[in-house]
């Protein structure tokens, strides 16, 4: 199906466990993001991806790390998890600077 | 900072009504986005509007932008209980091609009333 997904949907891990989130998008957008969401911070940028093999940390990168080995995919990966990261996280794509993004379902993460 | 904040925090209206948001915002931007998030989901792109125009329309969406005031507002006319959602401002600064430099402001909830 064409979109942008997400897995997986809901995650419960525990301190100190290594957790990854998939996204992945058929549109071969050229431009990949991570997001979370908080109450009362809103929507804040972790990394993003203008291509693949190229990568950028956002407003709040520490803990995480990404990947892009392949245009359609976009991983992102808690290598530590703390109770801190307990969030929704949004992967987007957007073709490009100029142009809307396309937000998958998200992925609400719990850690204990 | 660039951000975008909307106003108000929340609204509540009665199925047929219009429903108006507003965003500021601080900077000179390239271009203004909406987006929509209906509860426990990813937000969806409703309309972008460029700093060059002043007027937006699709379906039952209007969008304006001022840039002298640095401010747009979105208009959802014959609102509908489906119309429910938190409504995002995002911006990007003039310039600045730079993805850190997109803000998305925090929202305003809307409630729509059958």
């Known amino acids: 199906d064409a979109g942008i997904t997400q897995s997986p949907r809901y995650k419960i891990t525990e301190t100190g466990r290594q957790v990854t989130l998939m996204c992945h998008q058929t549109w071969s957008h050229s431009y990949m993001f991570w997001y979370r969401q908080d109450l009362g911070h809103g929507l804040r940028l972790i990394y993003y991806?203008?291509?693949?093999?190229?990568?950028d940390k956002g407003e709040v990168p520490d803990g995480y790390v990404v990947s892009r080995s392949k245009t359609e995919n976009f991983p992102l990966t808690l290598e530590s998890a703390t109770r801190s990261q307990t969030s929704v996280y949004f992967c987007?794509?957007?073709?490009?600077?100029?142009?809307?993004?396309?937000f998958g379902s998200g992925t609400r993460l719990t850690v204990v | 900072s660039q951000q975008g904040e909307e106003d108000p925090q929340a609204l509540s209206i009665q199925e047929g009504e219009n429903a108006t948001m507003n965003c500021s915002y601080k900077?000179?931007?390239?271009?203004l986005q909406w987006y929509r998030q209906n509860s426990g989901r990813g937000l969806v792109h409703l309309i972008l509007?460029?700093?060059?125009?002043r007027e937006k329309h699709s379906g039952r969406l209007r969008v304006t932008l001022d840039t002298s005031k640095k401010s747009s507002s979105l208009l959802i006319t014959a609102s509908r209980a489906a119309d429910t959602a938190s409504y995002f401002c995002a911006t990007l600064g003039y310039g600045e091609w730079n993805f850190n430099k997109f803000y998305f402001g925090s929202g305003t909830k809307l409630n729509v009333k059958p």
């Open positions: 991806s203008a291509a693949a093999d190229i990568t």
């Open positions: 900077t000179s931007i390239n271009n």
């Open positions: 509007i460029r700093s060059n125009e």
């Open positions: 987007a794509s957007s073709a490009g600077q100029r142009d809307g993004y396309t």
